[in-house]
């Protein structure tokens, strides 16, 4: 089956706009995750969605970042306002809860964000 | 808090050669998934295996072997034989049982494997 998918897959953007990135989970997956990759702070755990709920915002960077989840499929992470700081790779993964396996996240390819 | 330390940040062999990359963890929550992720050149990572703190027993799967030490909070990761294919960043990460995922993955800093031809 089709795995976790990104897009876009590279992103440039010039300071002070605002950017939104997409995520498609493996199909069934109800747990959502969104992580952001830095060469300076590594792996960063930003939110977590069961469902389309999120319990807690509070690994989000600042009030600029936002997410949101439709149901139990596409998540999309809103920056706004985006600084070079933001520059990263956004990472999703899904796992599906429930069953032995719901702690393992599974991946997708990531989002390459620039900003200029 | 969580803490997941890799203290190798490079390690570069020859082909054939065995390597071990090193896994040291930090929790008070006696329940906890211990995880290895592969992320080539591509970027994406890739799951390798799941362990969970009540199971102690070592999993080898093909030249891939996994040592879980909770006495040394260690699970280390070996690579017998290695190939090219193998090199990659290396993450070793954990999560809390209790959380039930809300709390992600803590991860390592990922250790950058080289198997030189």
């Known amino acids: 089956g089709a795995g976790v998918s990104q897009s876009p897959s590279n992103k440039v953007t010039e300071k002070g706009k605002d950017v939104e990135l997409r995520c498609d989970p493996i199909?069934?997956?109800?747990?959502l995750y969104w992580y952001r990759q830095s060469l300076g702070q590594g792996l960063e755990f930003l939110i977590y969605?069961?469902?389309?709920?999120?319990?807690?915002k509070s690994g989000l960077p600042s009030d600029r970042f936002s997410a949101e989840r439709t149901g139990e499929s596409v998540s999309t992470l809103t920056i706004q306002r985006t600084q070079q700081e933001d520059s990263a790779v956004y990472l999703c993964?899904?796992?599906?809860?429930?069953?032995?396996?719901?702690?393992?996240?599974?991946f997708g390819p990531g989002t390459r964000l620039l900003v200029l | 808090a969580q803490k997941v330390t890799q203290a190798q940040t490079e390690i570069s062999v020859v082909e054939k050669e065995d390597v071990t990359l090193d896994c040291v963890y930090e929790t008070r929550d006696t329940t906890y998934y211990l995880f290895w992720y592969k992320q080539p050149p591509s970027g994406e990572l890739v799951f390798l295996i799941r362990r969970n703190s009540f199971d102690e027993q070592n999993e080898i799967s093909g030249r891939y072997s996994w040592n879980f030490q909770k006495s040394t909070s260690s699970f280390n990761f070996t690579i017998t034989a290695s190939q090219v294919v193998d090199s990659a960043v290396y993450f070793c990460?954990?999560?809390?049982?209790?959380?039930?995922?809300?709390?992600?993955?803590?991860f390592g800093k990922g250790t950058h494997l080289i198997i030189q031809p």
């Open positions: 990460a954990l999560t809390l049982f209790s959380g039930g995922g809300a709390d992600g993955l803590t």
């Open positions: 199909s069934g997956h109800t747990a």
């Open positions: 969605f069961q469902g389309n709920s999120a319990p807690d």
């Open positions: 993964a899904s796992s599906l809860a429930g069953t032995s396996d719901q702690e393992t996240q599974y």
